[in-house]
């Protein structure tokens, strides 16, 4: 059972434009991560949003924790060649000394110069 | 530093084989992931350790899938026999606690 749901699975874009993606769930978690992976790379941590309404941004990206912790977003303005990859994002479970991470169903971003 | 290192990085076996795959996580870290990808399911968590002792297992598919941990530097995750529906690319990572977790490359298994 897939819990957390991305949307668009797949998102084709011309350098320059804007892009919004959504990261959708029914289960609260106790913080959203999203990751960026490269072929033939494993998954690199781009941001944990912790706080329910929390906007973080990093550089032209900008993420954004749903109020209720359930869902979160990830815009980027001005999309770059460089910003193609897989996006995942990750929701965190339990209290213990570990993070038990779900990761979301991805969004392939491919940026046409 | 050196990242996670997994080995082998890619892996071609015969169904009813063996396979074993290793991680060496980034020294002090103390937490060591397990995940599989595959395009139908996505990115899943098999089990994890924390200080070497096995906390989550429930993520492994079957019996079949084994892991261990005996030391604080070295891991493995064993399929036997392994099938070729085990087909996928299994990623180890490590972390301090609930600190960021840094993936390996991973490594590519095709099961014929």
């Known amino acids: 059972t897939q819990l957390l749901e991305q949307s668009p699975q797949f998102l084709s874009i011309q350098e320059g434009e804007n892009l919004t993606v959504y990261c959708n769930s029914s289960s609260v978690f106790s913080s959203l991560q999203w990751y960026r992976q490269e072929p033939g790379e494993g998954p690199v941590l781009l941001v944990t949003v912790v706080t329910g309404g929390e906007v973080k941004k990093l550089k032209r990206l900008t993420f954004q924790f749903g109020d209720a912790r359930k869902d979160s977003s990830l815009h980027i303005t001005a999309a770059q060649p460089g910003d193609t990859g897989l996006y995942l994002c990750a929701g965190a479970r339990g209290g213990g000394a570990t993070n038990k991470l779900i990761f979301g169903t991805g969004t392939l971003l491919a940026v046409q110069p | ?112």
């Not at chain 2, 840094?102 to 298994?109: C, D, I, S």
């Open chain 2, 1 to 112: 530093d050196a990242g996670v290192i997994q080995s082998p990085r890619h892996e071609v076996t015969e169904m009813g084989q063996e396979v074993t795959l290793r991680c060496k996580p980034i020294s002090g870290h103390n937490s060591l992931f397990w995940y599989r990808q595959t395009m139908m399911r996505g990115l899943e968590l098999l089990i994890y350790f924390n200080n070497n002792v096995p906390i989550d297992d429930s993520g492994m598919p079957e019996d079949r899938f084994s892991a261990k941990m005996p030391n604080a530097s070295f891991s493995t995750l064993k399929i036997q026999p392994s099938e070729p529906r085990d087909s996928a690319v299994y990623f180890c990572a490590s972390s301090v606690g609930r600190d960021t977790q840094y993936f390996g490359p991973g490594t590519r298994l095709t099961v014929l």
